[in-house]
């Protein structure tokens, strides 16, 4: 039997090819291969570039698939598979993510990257704000969606207590059918009537490297500290009934942040607020890039 995922992603990938957008594969450094969605064609240097970072479960394309489609024609657009991801990977040991943080920049400033707005989810959120703080002559903004800056010991230890999970892993990376439906379950405001079929299809295909993205989920979890002091505005987005990132945590974090930092909840959407209410979240995304590249701007995004 044919697996679904299988089957669309030749044809999502086509779209995005129709949209503007191709598959690059960067050496960062010996041995560590990172994939970058890239414009097909040399951006006008008018246009402001995105970069899109990934969350946990599927690589960037599957992750940013509908704000691709909307924003491309305005923005260049740039989608990262992370290492252990889509078609990303590294022999170096070292899983932190300052690795990613750091592989991602390399990669975008090969692509001839000279500023951009960072747009994280979850992991990806993470990973954007690392991005941040280590070149911020890189990054003008960050549109963080249901991330935290940090996964500290005690966000982390709080947040499993509530789902009920006794580690990341068991939730982030299922070995079952019935692993891979609470994972969206938890995932979403209100989980669709999806086949268990299509699960087990998802259970073959979205969680291959598990030793190394098990490495990765340990190497997320830091001890408590002070949140960095980010020269760049924050816009925070979540959804109203995110069970991983609650809205309280999300209020916590912004008060934390400062007058840098907005806050935009989602209604009737959970963790995975760009996938259940895409037109919603591109609405709010798009108000967001539209407050970051007004007029006034005229910082050039290429070298």
Same mark, same amino acid.
């Given at each position: 039997?044919?697996?679904?995922?299988?089957?669309?992603?030749?044809?999502?990938?086509?779209?995005?090819?129709?949209?503007?957008?191709?598959?690059?594969?960067?050496?960062?450094?010996?041995?560590?291969?990172?994939?970058?969605?890239?414009?097909?064609?040399?951006?006008?240097?008018?246009?402001?570039?995105?970069?899109?970072?990934?969350?946990?479960?599927?690589?960037?394309?599957?992750?940013?698939?509908?704000?691709?489609?909307?924003?491309?024609?305005?923005?260049?657009?740039?989608?990262?598979?992370?290492? !252990?991801?889509?078609?990303?990977?590294?022999?170096?040991?070292?899983?932190?993510?300052? !690795?990613?943080?750091?592989?991602?920049?390399?990669?975008?400033?090969?692509?001839?990257?000279?500023?951009?707005?960072?747009?994280?989810?979850?992991?990806?959120?993470?990973?954007?704000?690392?991005?941040?703080?280590?070149?911020?002559?890189?990054?003008?903004?960050?549109?963080?969606?249901?991330?935290?800056?940090?996964?500290?010991?005690?966000?982390?230890?709080?947040?499993?207590?509530?789902?009920?999970?006794?580690?990341?892993?068991?939730?982030?990376?299922?070995?079952?059918?019935?692993?891979?439906?609470?994972?969206?379950?938890?995932?979403?405001?209100?989980?669709?009537?999806?086949?268990?079929?299509?699960?087990?299809?998802?259970?073959?295909?979205?969680?291959?490297?598990?030793?190394?993205?098990?490495? *990765?989920?340990?190497?997320?979890?830091?001890?408590?500290?002070?949140?960095?002091?980010?020269?760049?505005?924050?816009?925070?987005?979540?959804?109203?009934?995110?069970?991983? !990132?609650?809205?309280?945590?999300?209020?916590?974090?912004?008060?934390?942040?400062?007058?840098?930092?907005?806050?935009?909840?989602?209604?009737?959407?959970?963790?995975?607020?760009?996938?259940?209410?895409? !037109?919603?979240?591109?609405?709010? *995304?798009?108000?967001?890039?539209?407050?970051?590249?007004?007029?006034?701007?005229?910082?050039?995004?290429?070298?």
């Amino acid at each position: 039997m044919v697996n679904t995922i299988k089957l669309y992603q030749p044809l999502l990938r086509a779209a995005m090819k129709l949209a503007g957008v191709r598959p690059r594969k960067i050496e960062i450094e010996q041995g560590t291969v990172m994939n970058f969605w890239a414009p097909t064609r040399t951006p006008n240097k008018n246009k402001n570039a995105v970069v899109f970072l990934h969350g946990f479960v599927g690589d960037g394309m599957i992750t940013w698939q509908f704000q691709v489609l909307a924003l491309a024609r305005k923005y260049a657009v740039y989608v990262v598979d992370l290492l !252990f991801f889509g078609g990303s990977t590294t022999g170096d040991s070292r899983r932190t993510v300052d !690795f990613q943080a750091e592989c991602v920049a390399k990669g975008l400033v090969e692509l001839g990257l000279q500023r951009c707005t960072v747009v994280g989810f979850s992991y990806g959120g993470m990973v954007a704000f690392k991005l941040a703080e280590l070149r911020p002559e890189l990054v003008k903004s960050v549109v963080a969606t249901c991330s935290v800056p940090l996964l500290t010991e005690s966000i982390s230890k709080e947040r499993l207590e509530r789902l009920e999970f006794p580690t990341w892993s068991e939730l982030l990376l299922p070995n079952s059918v019935d692993g891979v439906k609470k994972l969206f379950e938890v995932g979403s405001h209100k989980l669709p009537r999806i086949p268990n079929c299509v699960f087990k299809d998802g259970l073959e295909v979205m969680f291959d490297y598990r030793k190394e993205r098990a490495e *990765l989920l340990e190497a997320l979890v830091i001890p408590d500290k002070d949140l960095p002091d980010y020269s760049q505005n924050v816009h925070l987005v979540c959804g109203e009934d995110d069970k991983i !990132f609650n809205v309280g945590l999300m209020k916590d974090i912004k008060e934390k942040l400062g007058n840098k930092a907005t806050l935009q909840c989602i209604e009737k959407a959970g963790h995975l607020a760009m996938l259940e209410r895409p !037109f919603v979240y591109n609405k709010c *995304l798009k108000r967001i890039l539209a407050s970051i590249y007004d007029k006034r701007s005229n910082e050039l995004s290429y070298e």
